[in-house]
């Protein structure tokens, strides 16, 4: 079974900068594609990252994704109030009987 | 402008049906694949179900398989999803979501989300 593991909580001052990691067990993540949502709470998930590091259009540059080994990062700068947040990584694994799962998800409170 | 709008949800006790419907618009609808989510209240999400473009490829969660359908019409440019021999932790609100990407690359994931559909299993 694969596992998507994320700090449950994150925080930081408006201004500061916050990382999220995604780190992949049961299949290596290496492989995979992963993309990130936030969820303001009362609200539908909102796409922010795929393919590990690309941007929609619409979502600011102070978001950005990584990837190194078995681990995914989702990096926040210049925190708003706004940012604060539940945020999700998943991944879709072809190998897998069920293929697509998501990140426990990491609340963000903005200081 | 893409739109997602889900319906079917409500109240309905353990052991119950219902038949959840996402209504697509603003795309070509039977180019892209299609995914239910849900989310238990206070919890995170949880993948329930996909289904290819063309109807031939579906996947389920465990949690649900054997007890949930998930369906197409292209025609109407509706995605469904019937959820059987419904449980207490299947309540939750049910999202509908729109796939892109490449399954066979494992290059995949959700660009458009309705605004979910609330399923209560109470007696």
């Known amino acids: 079974q694969s596992v998507l593991t994320q700090p449950p909580s994150v925080s930081a001052a408006p201004g500061e900068k916050v990382t999220i990691s995604c780190s992949g067990s049961?299949?290596?993540?290496?492989?995979?594609?992963v993309s990130w949502y936030q969820q303001v709470p009362g609200t539908a998930p909102k796409l922010l990252i795929y393919?590990?590091?690309k941007r929609p259009s619409g979502i600011p540059d102070r978001f950005s994704g990584s990837k190194s080994g078995t681990s995914v990062t989702l990096g926040i700068t210049g925190l708003q109030t706004g940012d604060e947040a539940d945020y999700y990584c998943g991944r879709w694994d072809s190998s897998l009987s069920t293929p697509w799962v998501f990140g426990g998800g990491t609340k963000l409170t903005v200081l | 402008e893409v739109q997602l709008v889900e319906s079917g949800g409500g109240l309905v006790k353990p052991g119950g049906s219902l038949r959840l419907s996402c209504a697509a618009s603003?795309?070509?609808?039977?180019?892209?694949?299609m995914t239910w989510v849900r989310q238990a209240p206070g919890k995170g999400l949880e993948w329930v179900s996909s289904?290819?473009?063309?109807?031939?490829?579906?996947y389920y969660a465990d949690s649900v398989k054997g007890r949930f359908t998930i369906s197409r019409d292209n025609a109407k440019n509706s995605v469904y999803l019937q959820v059987n021999s419904l449980r207490d932790e299947d309540t939750a609100v049910y999202y509908c979501?729109?796939?892109?990407?490449?399954?066979?690359?494992?290059?995949?994931?959700?660009?458009?989300w309705g605004q979910g559909t609330l399923v209560t299993v109470s007696s």
């Open positions: 393919d590990n590091d």
């Open positions: 603003g795309f070509s609808f039977s180019t892209y694949s």
């Open positions: 979501a729109r796939g892109r990407g490449d399954w066979s690359r494992d290059l995949y994931y959700f660009d458009s």
């Open positions: 289904i290819k473009s063309s109807g031939t490829y579906i």
């Open positions: 049961g299949s290596n993540i290496g492989n995979n594609y």
